[in-house]
């Protein structure tokens, strides 16, 4: 079974720090997503990579950036967290040629106060 | 614009009865069609794809058909349990998107009673 691990479950930060979200799957899945998830609009596209190193804006980029060192892991960064960024981040994986299913992790809920 | 709509109210259903869910689109030409269960608190669940040249698709008590005139999606469960109790979401993987884009809907939340 495909399996994708988020670094924490919960998190709870100050406005202004920098965070880092981390997502790891075991599966050697191209392509790997950052959403987030948010009462009554759905799920977001952040960023995605598609290849080590190659990352892509998604819908709503701003405030986040990502980093792709090796296949397995996709990290998600926030360089100034801010209260509007408290919500529910799930990192997602596919493989290419896979009609796109997707494979999501348990997702991280961020509180920044 | 482009958008996917789901039911945003709930669905209350009795055990036993089949639950019909509605996954409306426009300005999209997806190649397939996919469906997860999102239980609370927890990352989307895969369910069930169809593609754009296909009409149904079933697995166990779960069907799905694809209207790409209607521009429309009709997710079913039939012989409803309480465990089915769970946020839905429908999918669309886009025919000139790469890299396996999707986009997703809100999701419409199933409340099976006893």
């Known amino acids: 079974d495909v399996k994708v691990t988020q670094s924490s479950r919960y998190l709870v930060k100050r406005t202004g720090e920098k965070v880092f979200l981390e997502c790891v799957q075991d599966?050697?899945?191209?392509?790997m997503f950052w959403y987030r998830q948010d009462p009554g609009l759905g799920l977001r596209l952040i960023y995605f990579?598609?290849?080590?190193?190659?990352?892509e804006k998604g819908d709503i980029p701003e405030g986040y950036s990502v980093s792709r060192e090796k296949k397995e892991r996709f990290s998600l960064i926030l360089e100034s967290a801010s209260t509007n960024q408290t919500s529910m981040y799930l990192c997602?994986?596919?493989?290419?040629?896979?009609?796109?299913?997707?494979?999501f992790g348990p997702g991280t809920r961020l509180t920044v106060l | 614009s482009q958008k996917i709509e789901q039911n945003s109210e709930a669905l209350n259903i009795q055990e036993g009865k089949t639950a019909t869910l509605t996954c409306n689109y426009t300005?999209?030409?997806?190649?397939?069609l996919q469906w997860y269960r999102q239980d609370p608190g927890r990352g989307p669940v895969f369910l069930l794809l169809?593609?754009?040249?296909?009409k149904e698709k079933r697995k166990e008590r779960l069907k799905v058909t694809f209207d790409t005139t209607l521009k429309q999606s009709l997710f079913h469960i039939t012989a409803s349990q309480p465990a089915d109790s769970a946020t839905y979401l429908c999918?669309?993987?886009?025919?000139?998107?790469?890299?396996?884009?999707?986009?997703f809907g809100a999701g419409t939340q199933v409340v099976v009673t006893p």
């Open positions: 169809i593609r754009e040249n296909e």
């Open positions: 990579s598609y290849d080590v190193k190659m990352k």
């Open positions: 999918a669309l993987s886009l025919t000139t998107d790469s890299w396996g884009k999707l986009q």
């Open positions: 300005n999209y030409s997806p190649a397939y």
């Open positions: 997602a994986s596919s493989s290419s040629g896979s009609r796109d299913t997707q494979y």
């Open positions: 599966m050697d899945h191209e392509n």
